[in-house]
């Protein structure tokens, strides 16, 4: 156990930590939603994940996602893992650069036992639902967390017995509603809250949808 782990065990205990750390995350896109879950959730003591996507960082990403401007026009996946690296140095991380699809998706998620959708387009989001959302693994996904103000309106849904969605269900991303820092975070926030709820029990208020 490193010093920052020990820290960590202060504030949770050491069997909350054991079960934290026991359980492996599987990260579907490393973007806005995805890179920052991932950041909160080793800031909460996790440290096994599989995070999948084919993008490059650009600068357009700057403004939301947990990169920075060095790391412009390499892969995502090569970044995050940098960064979760410096704030955990003992992390077990499995990355691809890849894209998911139908016929790969179980490649990169069956061994996982929690899953955070982060995709940008609906069919992606649609792809992982259907092949997950029925399972015994958890899912948080995010729907809902455009454009700015109102962020009291990004709330926890309950969608299915292990099935949670984030967001106010109708915010989507336009021209007039772009992604932006705070929305976002507080939807990735959520994300890995649930997620921390769900290993370690929590009265978290959820809707039913």
């Not at 026991?22 to 909160?40: K, P, R, Y």
């Not at 139908?102 to 092949?131: G, H, P, Q, Y």
Request: glycine share 8%; with cysteine.
């Amino acid at each position: 156990m490193n010093a920052f782990e020990k820290e960590i065990q202060v504030h949770v205990g050491s069997k909350a930590l054991e079960k934290i750390q026991a359980v492996q995350v599987g990260i579907a896109g490393a973007g806005g939603l995805g890179s920052n879950c991932a950041a909160n959730l080793t800031r909460c003591g996790f440290r096994r994940f599989t995070i999948v996507d084919f993008d490059n960082v650009e600068f357009s990403n700057l403004n939301r996602q947990f990169f920075f401007s060095n790391q412009v026009g390499k892969p995502k996946v090569d970044m995050l893992k940098e960064n979760l690296l410096a704030v955990n140095p003992d992390l077990e991380l499995n990355i691809f650069a890849k894209k998911i699809d139908r016929d790969n998706i179980n490649d990169f998620f069956d061994a996982c036992d929690i899953i955070v959708e982060a995709f940008d387009s609906a069919e992606a989001k649609k792809m992982i639902i259907e092949a997950y959302a029925g399972s015994e693994k958890l899912m948080v996904s995010a729907s809902g967390i455009a454009g700015w103000g109102k962020s009291d309106d990004i709330k926890i849904h309950r969608a299915g017995k292990n099935f949670f969605l984030i967001g106010d269900l109708i915010s989507e991303t336009t021209a007039e509603l772009p992604p932006i820092s705070p929305r976002v975070n507080i939807a990735a926030a959520k994300q890995a809250d649930v997620i921390l709820s769900h290993i370690l029990g929590s009265n978290t208020q959820e809707m039913e949808i």
